[in-house]
C-alpha cells in the first residue's frame, strides 16, 4: 500500500489482493450482441458505489468524465448511461452475479475477515440473517460477522409475513453452495424463536441457531426469569457474571443457563438473561433486558452476550452502513428483480470497500489520516476519493 488514496489506488488493490477484474468477466447477461461489454457496467457501478453516488443519474455524471473513461478503460465518450445500467441490471443472469459474489467474499472470508471474536471462545464463524428493504425490493439477507460485515447473498420476499419462508430458502441455497457447518452459529432477531429455527440450523444447516428476543410472552422467557431470580440463593446450574463494557458505555449483569426443554425441539436449550445500564450519552441511566436463546450448550454467557450485539453489529455496521455509502434504500432500478442483482453488487462493493479502508488503517498514522484510536470514517474516505478524480491524466484522443 503505497501513500497514494485514489480511485485508482481502490481498483488496483481490488484487483491484486481479490481478482476483481477478472471475477467480474464472469457475470453474464441474456443481451444479444452488446455494444457495452457487461463487465464494463458492473465495475462502473461498483467503482460509483466506492464514490458513493446516490442514484443512476449521479453514476451517469460520473461515467461522463474523461478520468471514469481512462479507470475503467472505456474507448466510448461515455462509459454507459443511466438507462444502459439499468437495462443491464434487467438483463443480468442471476446466478452468475450471486457466484461472483460469493468468490469475492470467500476471499474475504479466507483472510480471517470473516470470524467474530468472542470473548471465552475466541474467533468463531457467526452467520446472520435477517430482513431488509432496498428501494423496491425487500428481501431476506444472509450475512457473515466478524472483522468486516461481509453481506452476501439475499432472497426477496413480496408480503409481509413472508421473512421466514425466503430466508428459508436463501438459507437452503448457501449450504447447497458451501455445505453443512458453513457458520458454526446463525444469529437471528425476535422473529426466528421458533422451534423450526432451531432445528433447521442444527439439521440442515450443521450449526447452532441463536436468537435475541425481548419478547415478554414468550414463555421459554418466563421459565428462565424463573430460575434466575433465585439467583444467588440458587446457585446450581447458573452462571452469572457482571462487569462493564467500556467500548459501549454500559455496565452489564448476565444468567445464563443450559437444559431449556421446548416441547416439540429434540434439543435442549441454553438462555442466557442479559440486564445492561448506560452509562453516558442520552440513554444514561436507562437499563435494557434481553434475552438469548441457543441450542449451543457451551456457550458461556459472555459469548451469548457478545453474539446478540453483533445482531445489532449486522444492523449498524452492515445495513445501515450500506445505505450511508451506497444508498442501497435508494430506488434505483423500477424492477425488483433488476434491483436484486443491483443490490448484490453493491454488496460487493462494500465488502471490498471495507477491506480497502482496513488495508489503509494499518498506514493512516504515517499518512496523518486519522489518530489512532479513531477510525476512518466512510464519509471521509468518499472526499479523498472523489478528489482523486481531478489527479486523473487521462489520454488525450488522437
Same mark, same amino acid.
Given at each position: 500500500?503505497?501513500?497514494?488514496?485514489?480511485?485508482?489506488?481502490?481498483?488496483?488493490?481490488?484487483?491484486?489482493?481479490?481478482? #476483481?477484474?477478472?471475477? @467480474?468477466?464472469?457475470?453474464?447477461?441474456?443481451?444479444?450482441?452488446?455494444?457495452?461489454?457487461?463487465?464494463?457496467?458492473?465495475?462502473?457501478?461498483?467503482?460509483?458505489?466506492?464514490?458513493?453516488?446516490?442514484?443512476?443519474?449521479?453514476?451517469?455524471?460520473?461515467?461522463?468524465?474523461?478520468?471514469?473513461?481512462?479507470?475503467?478503460?472505456?474507448?466510448?465518450?461515455?462509459?454507459?448511461?443511466?438507462?444502459?445500467?439499468?437495462?443491464?441490471?434487467?438483463?443480468?443472469?442471476?446466478?452468475?452475479?450471486?457466484?461472483?459474489?460469493?468468490?469475492?467474499?470467500?476471499? #474475504?472470508?479466507?483472510?480471517?475477515?470473516?470470524?467474530?471474536?468472542?470473548?471465552?471462545?475466541?474467533?468463531?464463524?457467526?452467520?446472520?440473517?435477517?430482513?431488509?428493504?432496498?428501494?423496491?425490493?425487500?428481501?431476506?439477507? @444472509?450475512?457473515?460477522?466478524?472483522?468486516?460485515?461481509?453481506?452476501?447473498?439475499?432472497?426477496?420476499?413480496?408480503?409481509?409475513?413472508?421473512?421466514?419462508?425466503?430466508?428459508?430458502?436463501?438459507?437452503?441455497?448457501?449450504?447447497?453452495?458451501?455445505?453443512?457447518?458453513?457458520?458454526?452459529?446463525?444469529?437471528?432477531?425476535?422473529?426466528?424463536?421458533?422451534?423450526?429455527?432451531?432445528?433447521?440450523?442444527?439439521?440442515?444447516?450443521?450449526?447452532?441457531?441463536?436468537?435475541?428476543?425481548?419478547?415478554?410472552?414468550?414463555?421459554?422467557?418466563?421459565?428462565?426469569?424463573?430460575?434466575?431470580?433465585?439467583?444467588?440463593? #440458587?446457585?446450581?446450574?447458573?452462571?452469572?457474571?457482571?462487569?462493564?463494557?467500556?467500548?459501549?458505555?454500559?455496565?452489564?449483569?448476565?444468567?445464563?443457563?443450559?437444559?431449556?426443554?421446548?416441547?416439540?425441539?429434540?434439543?435442549?436449550?441454553?438462555?442466557?438473561?442479559?440486564?445492561?445500564?448506560?452509562?453516558?450519552?442520552?440513554?444514561?441511566?436507562?437499563?435494557?433486558?434481553?434475552?438469548?436463546?441457543?441450542?449451543?450448550?457451551?456457550?458461556?454467557?459472555?459469548?451469548?452476550?457478545?453474539?446478540?450485539?453483533?445482531?445489532?453489529?449486522?444492523?449498524?455496521?452492515?445495513?445501515?452502513?450500506?445505505?450511508?455509502?451506497?444508498?442501497?434504500?435508494?430506488?434505483?432500478?423500477?424492477?425488483?428483480?433488476?434491483?436484486?442483482?443491483?443490490?448484490?453488487?453493491?454488496?460487493?462493493?462494500?465488502?471490498? #470497500?471495507?477491506?480497502?479502508?482496513?488495508?489503509?488503517?494499518?498506514?493512516?498514522?504515517?499518512?496523518?489520516?486519522?489518530?489512532?484510536?479513531?477510525?476512518?470514517?466512510?464519509?471521509?474516505?468518499?472526499?479523498?476519493?472523489?478528489?482523486?478524480?481531478?489527479?486523473?491524466?487521462?489520454?488525450?484522443?488522437?
Amino acid at each position: 500500500m503505497n501513500d497514494e488514496i485514489s480511485v485508482a489506488q481502490f481498483l488496483r488493490f481490488c484487483n491484486a489482493e481479490y481478482g #476483481l477484474s477478472v471475477q @467480474v468477466q464472469r457475470i453474464q447477461d441474456t443481451r444479444q450482441a452488446p455494444q457495452i461489454p457487461t463487465a464494463l457496467v458492473c465495475m462502473g457501478l461498483i467503482t460509483g458505489a466506492a464514490l458513493g453516488v446516490e442514484s443512476l443519474r449521479q453514476l451517469d455524471r460520473f461515467l461522463r468524465q474523461p478520468a471514469a473513461r481512462w479507470l475503467l478503460g472505456s474507448p466510448r465518450p461515455r462509459v454507459a448511461s443511466d438507462s444502459t445500467v439499468a437495462r443491464v441490471m434487467g438483463t443480468l443472469e442471476e446466478g452468475s452475479v450471486r457466484r461472483v459474489v460469493g468468490a469475492l467474499t470467500q476471499g #474475504l472470508r479466507g483472510r480471517g475477515y470473516g470470524k467474530l471474536a468472542l470473548p471465552d471462545r475466541g474467533r468463531t464463524r457467526v452467520g446472520a440473517v435477517d430482513g431488509s428493504s432496498f428501494g423496491t425490493l425487500t428481501a431476506s439477507v @444472509v450475512a457473515t460477522l466478524g472483522t468486516l460485515e461481509l453481506l452476501e447473498d439475499l432472497e426477496p420476499w413480496e408480503k409481509r409475513g413472508k421473512e421466514l419462508p425466503a430466508s428459508y430458502r436463501l438459507l437452503r441455497r448457501v449450504v447447497a453452495q458451501r455445505g453443512k457447518g458453513w457458520v458454526e452459529l446463525l444469529v437471528g432477531d425476535a422473529l426466528y424463536a421458533t422451534r423450526e429455527f432451531f432445528r433447521f440450523c442444527r439439521e440442515e444447516l450443521g450449526c447452532h441457531g441463536v436468537v435475541k428476543t425481548e419478547e415478554e410472552t414468550l414463555t421459554l422467557r418466563q421459565d428462565a426469569d424463573g430460575l434466575f431470580d433465585a439467583y444467588p440463593r #440458587l446457585r446450581e446450574g447458573i452462571d452469572y457474571v457482571e462487569g462493564v463494557d467500556a467500548q459501549r458505555a454500559v455496565a452489564y449483569q448476565l444468567w445464563a443457563a443450559s437444559g431449556f426443554e421446548w416441547e416439540g425441539l429434540a434439543y435442549p436449550l441454553r438462555i442466557a438473561r442479559v440486564r445492561e445500564e448506560h452509562l453516558k450519552g442520552p440513554y444514561r441511566g436507562q437499563i435494557k433486558t434481553f434475552y438469548v436463546l441457543t441450542t449451543d450448550l457451551s456457550l458461556s454467557a459472555r459469548d451469548l452476550r457478545e453474539v446478540a450485539h453483533a445482531r445489532w453489529q449486522e444492523e449498524n455496521n452492515g445495513f445501515k452502513a450500506l445505505n450511508e455509502q451506497a444508498h442501497a434504500k435508494h430506488a434505483f432500478v423500477r424492477d425488483p428483480g433488476a434491483m436484486a442483482r443491483l443490490v448484490l453488487l453493491l454488496f460487493l462493493a462494500f465488502a471490498l #470497500l471495507q477491506a480497502y479502508r482496513l488495508a489503509l488503517e494499518a498506514v493512516k498514522e504515517p499518512l496523518g489520516l486519522a489518530p489512532a484510536w479513531e477510525p476512518i470514517a466512510f464519509r471521509f474516505l468518499r472526499q479523498l476519493l472523489w478528489m482523486s478524480l481531478g489527479r486523473v491524466q487521462p489520454a488525450r484522443d488522437g
